[in-house]
């Protein structure tokens, strides 16, 4: 069985709206062991569409259709299956009390204009929509299966899922099952991690290893085509073990993984507490642990010290090394570091960053780009003797890259330092 | 003159990678007047590849291809555009050149492999890759002209901005230019907005008036299609204008402006500078506030307290208070506002976050979702005493919907502040 995915509307192919639901369906159908012919962007005219769905229907045995039900004028998905179908639209009596009830328990009374909504062809069927107005249709045309769909994501998602995904069965004999995974890394470029996996990323190996970059984490994509599930299983455990063994502890974690969720999870199984001070990150660096749900248990907050005020009168930045040194300076960073496990009795390490951001505030001696990070740790039985390491990185990029790029490699300089790992894993430090 | 998109790549049909290209592509061609019939995406197949493009051709006047053109087995465009042109490649000396000389400038060889990147279909022409090692084809099939991309987005948009655009003319004649603005809104629901609206998004209307929501982000989307690009200019800003008025505050920006944007115009403008204070939203308002180039003339800098002890002991919050009223309380909000503000005696106001943002932590009393705002303001001439305001918040959704939408809030307030305008327009304070 193969499948082809058409998506409709006008602010698709303007651009306006970025298609994200043939990507999120054509990865349902891989893992599912249907592979996808092709996707179809159309915008609202109703001959090119029923075109479409007639091409289609000629070259894969299950078509899906999303958007174009709404109640407008606009929406011409359902009049261009009946053409393309070649018969008339008919009212489903149960689909117009079911938008009708929509409406009704929203308080409000139904618009006519929603009633266009029930209209389906003649000799398809109606897939009720738990999550709004529009319900679904699927018909047969020649050799073809179509489901046509809301093109609100989260209603077409929920529809698919539970009431279309069920029905599908792909042919026993041809059935390749693709499974995918991903495994995070942070510290070395694309080109690096590459020569470090050498052979695993042969383009004809099956499980099929390549790299992404997204905000510098460089992703390994693993794909496995099998004829069973568990040996696709199988074979992508195999390929991932031998990925993992080549990349060391630049790997942070799998799929959506963030590197905040492994230091907040590192932190809380250690016992340890973090506090922050940060300058150039202004806060990111915060914001990343705090986005991981149950993180007070391993981080006790921190400053945002943007101005020179703030690092002297809250941190105990000397004006002397603000001064002798400037802002972005190894001592700066050093004193942050201490100044904040200083004020912070309970907690056991810190993170400290200053540097330039951009796109202003550059010199030839400390381009933009220029970070350095500090980090403290409480000496055991000495509350008040820190053990502080440094780094300077020089980082490439506009001001986003930097900061995006300055506060993850904190992180990933604190995880790397309580795993006992050497920090010289990180790429980017000069 | 009409246009039509293909887009090749295994990643893309698989749903691994979400096609932006195509949408980019899109609005390029819809402000030039040149409407797209449709977008496709296919996968890496010779003969599916061959079949669009002839299927293109006969449909439309500009065909624009992306991806495919790589060095590996993989990439089978060249040979596509051969076969539905019915030619053989032929390799150009000049692209041999190029890409030998591209990896010469890194310091390496060029690897036998990439010289396949220099074979186009005989009688087509070669188009500089600036960028990358990739070049472009252009070719003439029937009626139609195809010009063949990398699919490397950066690559892409720089080939086509400055070696394919300059050459497209649409025919004078039935010349459309559709021009697109955006304008934000924060702080009431995608329906409100709409009834504000009223007649001004009525389907039928030229400039279209629409709107989509991203992140608690209410963007209204205005579309003018006219004969020439003086009216439609003309129409978008009379549109623009109407829609303006009928928003009032609540619109903060055009395009891809932020509220921290806003904001950050708004404190500089008046000489006035920020401090903050954050609980729940944990840095987050710190990162969009410095997010903005040259956000350090407004503001100072904060405090992330994301435990009592730092409340206590950075912002003086009363243990007292604490124990009695809990953390997320009006008394908390407005003590971390002042305690922001007493310490930090160059700043003018402050804004301070407290609140439960899930998953855990809830109660039947105080339900994730509840947020304290509070904003101190320094007297003119009695810089220890502080004017405060609270706003009790609401909000719905997820850990991360509850944090956007609490720093997103505090920015809107301030800026509420900032222009005199009432508060109340947040329409999820409680």
């Not at 004028?73 to 938008?99: F, I, K």
């Not at 930045?317 to 603000?322: C, F, H, N, P």
């Amino acid at each position: 069985m193969h499948a082809i995915i058409l998506s409709i509307g006008d602010e698709l192919v303007l651009g306006q709206t970025v298609d994200t639901n043939s990507a999120w369906l054509g990865e349902r159908l891989a893992t599912r062991g249907i592979p996808v012919r092709y996707h179809h962007t159309l915008a609202d005219d109703r001959d090119i569409i029923a075109e479409a769905i007639r091409h289609a229907a000629d070259r894969a045995e299950l078509v899906l259709i999303t958007g174009g039900l709404g109640p407008t004028d606009d929406d011409l998905t359902r009049q261009a299956l009946a053409d393309a179908m070649n018969v008339q639209l008919v009212e489903d009596a149960a689909s117009v009390e079911a938008v009708e009830s929509h409406f009704t328990r929203r308080g409000r009374e139904m618009p006519e204009r929603n009633r266009v909504q029930a209209l389906h062809p003649v000799g398809s069927t109606i897939i009720e929509n738990h999550n709004g107005t529009a319900p679904g249709i699927t018909a047969t045309l020649g050799n073809a299966t179509i489901h046509v769909m809301p093109g609100v994501p989260r209603e077409m998602r929920a529809m698919f899922r539970d009431l279309i995904e069920p029905t599908l069965t792909p042919d026993a004999g041809q059935r390749h099952v693709i499974l995918t995974t991903k495994l995070n890394t942070f510290g070395a470029g694309e080109s690096t991690i590459a020569d470090m996996l050498g052979p695993l990323m042969d383009r004809q190996r099956n499980p099929k290893v390549g790299t992404t970059v997204s905000d510098g984490i460089v992703s390994i994509r693993l794909r496995a085509e099998f004829p069973t599930t568990d040996e696709a299983e199988q074979q992508l455990d195999d390929t991932l073990a031998q990925v993992h063994e080549k990349l060391g502890a630049l790997a942070f974690g799998r799929e959506d993984q963030t590197l905040a969720n492994a230091v907040v999870e590192l932190l809380t199984k250690r016992g340890q507490r973090l506090v922050t001070a940060e300058s150039c990150t202004g806060g990111l660096i915060s914001k990343m642990l705090t986005d991981v749900g149950g993180s007070s248990m391993a981080y006790v907050g921190g400053w945002v010290t943007y101005s020179n005020l703030m690092k002297m009168e809250q941190l105990d930045v000397a004006k002397d090394d603000l001064d002798t040194h400037g802002a972005v300076s190894e001592t700066v960073a050093r004193a942050m570091a201490e100044g904040a496990l200083r004020h912070v009795r309970p907690a056991d390490v810190s993170l400290a960053v200053t540097g330039i951001a951009g796109p202003d505030g550059g010199t030839p001696d400390k381009p933009v780009g220029t970070v350095w990070l500090a980090m403290a740790r409480r000496e055991e039985r000495q509350p008040d003797t820190f053990h502080t390491r440094t780094l300077l990185l020089a980082l490439s990029g506009d001001r986003d890259a930097v900061r995006d790029r300055a506060a993850k490699s904190a992180l990933q300089l604190l995880r790397l330092d309580l795993m006992d790992q050497p920090w010289d894993l990180i790429q980017w430090a000069k």
